[in-house]
C-alpha cells in the first residue's frame, strides 16, 4: 500500500503545522490543512493598518540552526525563502535606579557593559556562557531534538547524566546567581524565560541556553517580519502538494471505535482521513475538538499554563529616538511580579514590559519617517478576578507613564494608529486555552515524557503539533515539533504496511517507536 493513497487532515496552519505538512506531503501523504483563519501562521501572524505592519505574536528568531534543518530536509535552502538579519545590539535592558545595560555578541563592548555595572562580572560571565553552550547542546541533542517513549526512557542513566550536566533538575534564578550578585545583572540574565511564559524562578535552569542563544548565536530577524516565517513555510507546503483550505474551521476531530475517521468542518462537511494531526492548541482540542468519552484528557485540571499578554500595536506620526530595535524595561520588585502573575494573579503594580521597534531593522514596517511600535506586557492568563475591559486601560496607562520617564513624554500624543490586544484576544481568536499565549507552562514537570504527547494515548491514528505538545513552546521548537511528529507519522505508516514514496530528493525514512 502506497502512501499516496493516505490521506492526512492537518487542523490548523500555524507553523508546526505547516512545517509538518510539508514534510508528511514530501513522503508522499496526501495532505490537507484546514485553518479557521484566512491565512497562515496562527499567533505568528501579522497585523497591517494604513501601511502601518507589526507582527502579532513572536518577534525574534533565535536558533536558526534549527529552521535551517526544516528547509534542508524538504530538499531548500533557507537563503531562497528568507532573509535574516542579525540584530546587533540585541537589546537595551532598563532598571528602575535609571541605569541601563546595552547587550551585545560584541565581547569587547558587553565586557565594557558589564563592569560598568558589577565590577568583576565579565569573567563570572564567559562562564555563565560556557554553562549555556553546554545546555543549548545538551537541550537540542538530547531532550528537545529526540521522542522519549515514557518516563523510564527520560530517566535512564545516560539521560539522567545529561539533565544533572544541563543543569534541569535547577531552578533558573538560583542558577544564574551563582554568577552574578547584582540584581540587575541577575533580571538582565533571567527574563528571557518570559519568551516562554515561565517564572525564572520556576523554570528548570536549562533554559540558561536562552541567553547564550542570544548572545552567543545571535538575535535574528526575516526581513518582512516574523510573518515572512508562516509565509515560507506556506509556499514550500503548496511546492510540496498541500492543499489549504483557508476560512474553514474544524468543529470536530471525529473518533470511532477507538481511532480517528477524520474531521467535520464547521457547516456539517465531514473529511474522511487516515489520519488527523491537530495543530489547534492542545487543551483546546481536548475541551472542544473531541468527544470526551472517546479522547479522555485526565489531566486537564492538573496543566499549569504560561502567562498571557497585553499588546499595544502603535503606528507613530514620526520615529522615536532613542528606542532600540529590542527594549526592556523592568518594573520595581521582580520577584514580586513573577508572583503577581503566576501566583496571586493580578497584574503588578509596577509592570516589566518590552518594546519592539522593527523599523530599526526593517523601515519598510511603516511609512516614510515613521515607526511601528510593538508593546508586551506580560500578565497573568485569563482568572476570574482579571476583567480586562477594566484592567487594560491601567495597563496602557503605566506604559506611558514609565515611556515618559524615560525620555518620551509626547509619545501618547504622536499614536496615529492604535490597536490592542488582551488575554480575552488570545483566547478568542486564537483558540488558546485561558488565553495562555505560549500554550503550556514548560515546568519539570510538564517537559520531557511529562508533557502531553505528539500521539494521542487513546485514539489511534490521532496527533499533536505545536507548543502545548512535546517538545515545548517557541518558533524553534514547534519546527522541532513539527519533525518529531512526522517521524511518529512515518512509524505509524509503516506499522500500517504503508510503503513511502518520498518525493524526488526527500531524505529517506526514519524509523522510531511509536
Not at 494604513?50 to 524538504?74: Q, S, Y
Not at 555595572?117 to 537540542?140: C, H, K, N, T, W
Not at 516565517?229 to 506556506?234: G, V
Not at 488527523?276 to 472517546?294: F, G, H, Q, T
Request: proline letters at 7%; glycine letters at 10%.
Amino acid at each position: 500500500m502506497s502512501a499516496q493513497g493516505k490521506r492526512v487532515v492537518v487542523v490548523g496552519a500555524g507553523v508546526g503545522g505547516l512545517a509538518a505538512a510539508a514534510r508528511l506531503a514530501r513522503q508522499g501523504f496526501d495532505v490537507q490543512v484546514f485553518e479557521k483563519t484566512h491565512g497562515p501562521g496562527g499567533r505568528c501572524n501579522q497585523l497591517q493598518v494604513d501601511g502601518f505592519t507589526w507582527d502579532v505574536g513572536p518577534t525574534i528568531v533565535l536558533m536558526p540552526e534549527v529552521f535551517e534543518e526544516t528547509f534542508r530536509a524538504l530538499g531548500r535552502r533557507i537563503e531562497d525563502y528568507l532573509t535574516l538579519i542579525r540584530c546587533d545590539p540585541n537589546y537595551r535592558v532598563h532598571f528602575r535606579d535609571g541605569s541601563d545595560v546595552t547587550f551585545t555578541s560584541e565581547l569587547c563592548t558587553m565586557g565594557r557593559e558589564l563592569e560598568r555595572v558589577e565590577p568583576g562580572s565579565f569573567q563570572r560571565y564567559l562562564a555563565f556562557m560556557a554553562q549555556g553552550r553546554d545546555q543549548y547542546r545538551i537541550s537540542l541533542d538530547h531532550f528537545v531534538g529526540r521522542n522519549f517513549n515514557g518516563v523510564r526512557d527520560y530517566f535512564s542513566p545516560g539521560v539522567l547524566a545529561k539533565i544533572f550536566k544541563a543543569r534541569a533538575h535547577r531552578r533558573m534564578y538560583a542558577d544564574v546567581s551563582r554568577y552574578f550578585q547584582d540584581d540587575r545583572l541577575r533580571a538582565a540574565m533571567t527574563f528571557q524565560t518570559m519568551y516562554l511564559g515561565v517564572s525564572p524562578f520556576e523554570s528548570p535552569a536549562v533554559y540558561g541556553l536562552l541567553p547564550f542563544t542570544e548572545l552567543g548565536v545571535g538575535i535574528w530577524f526575516p526581513k518582512g517580519g516574523l510573518y515572512a516565517i508562516p509565509l515560507a513555510l506556506e509556499r514550500l507546503a503548496r511546492e510540496e502538494g498541500v492543499t489549504l483550505h483557508y476560512g474553514r474551521p474544524v468543529e470536530r476531530i471525529l473518533t470511532e471505535g477507538g481511532r480517528t475517521t477524520g474531521v467535520r468542518l464547521v457547516g456539517g462537511e465531514v473529511v474522511a482521513a487516515d489520519a488527523v494531526l491537530c495543530n489547534a492548541d492542545l487543551p483546546y482540542a481536548y475541551e472542544k475538538l473531541l468527544d470526551p468519552k472517546d479522547a479522555p484528557f485526565k489531566r486537564g485540571e492538573k496543566l499549569r499554563f504560561t502567562s498571557s499578554g497585553y499588546m499595544l500595536y502603535l503606528g507613530m506620526k514620526k520615529r522615536v529616538p532613542g528606542l532600540l530595535h529590542h527594549n526592556v524595561m523592568f518594573g520595581r520588585d521582580y520577584a514580586g511580579s513573577f508572583d503577581d502573575i503566576f501566583q496571586r494573579f493580578r497584574v503588578p503594580e509596577d509592570p516589566s514590559f518590552y518594546v519592539n521597534v522593527p523599523t530599526r531593522t526593517d523601515p519598510s514596517l511603516a511609512p516614510e519617517g515613521k515607526d511601528s511600535l510593538y508593546v508586551l506586557v506580560p500578565v497573568p492568563h485569563q482568572h476570574p478576578n482579571l476583567d480586562w475591559k477594566v484592567e487594560g486601560p491601567k495597563v496602557r496607562a503605566k506604559v506611558f507613564q514609565r515611556l515618559a520617564e524615560l525620555g518620551h513624554p509626547d509619545l501618547e500624543a504622536d499614536i496615529e494608529v492604535e490597536r490592542v490586544f488582551t488575554p480575552d484576544d488570545w483566547a478568542g481568536t486564537y483558540n488558546l486555552a485561558r488565553g495562555s499565549a505560549f500554550g503550556l507552562a514548560q515546568n519539570f514537570f510538564q517537559i520531557g515524557p511529562f508533557r502531553p504527547a505528539n500521539v494521542d494515548p487513546r485514539v489511534k491514528n490521532l496527533f499533536f503539533v505545536g507548543a502545548s505538545t512535546q517538545p515545548g513552546t517557541g518558533l524553534p521548537t514547534v519546527l522541532i515539533s513539527a519533525r518529531l511528529v512526522t517521524e511518529r507519522l512515518m512509524a505509524w505508516a509503516h506499522q500500517q504496511g504503508v510503503a513511502l514514496s518520498p518525493r524526488e530528493g526527500a531524505p529517506a525514512a526514519v524509523e522510531v517507536a511509536a
